[in-house]
């Protein structure tokens, strides 16, 4: 299994970042996308540490009804729901911090501070 990494750029506050996956969903025939989503708070609590409230997940398209015709085609409804890890931590400038870990891999996250 290959890594992946985001790298986010940000001062004290509230960031937001959305992109779409490389994958898509097939639902009913057409290739539904999914994004990645990271959002939270940065609060610096002193020299060395923050405090970061994050949101790290997906959208994942379901069916939301069953297909009805419209014009002679079949037109499929569905829905995205977003699924993820919803949590505040306390991090140490410059040193990696494992947020989650399964079957999947593990996901971490470092904050550094900028000096220039």
Known sequence: MGSSFLQVLTSEGSFNADALEHDTMKINGPNIPTTIK?????????????????????TVPYMASTPHEAG?????????????????????????????????????????RDED
């Open 38 to 58: 990271l959002s939270g708070n940065l609060t610096v609590l002193g020299p060395e540490k923050a405090r970061l409230k994050l949101f790290i997940g997906r």
């Open 72 to 112: 002679g085609t079949s037109v499929p409804s569905y829905q995205q729901l977003s699924v993820g890890l919803d949590s505040t931590f306390i991090v140490t400038f410059g040193k990696p911090l494992v947020i989650q870990g399964d079957e999947n891999g593990q996901i971490s996250i470092m904050v550094k």
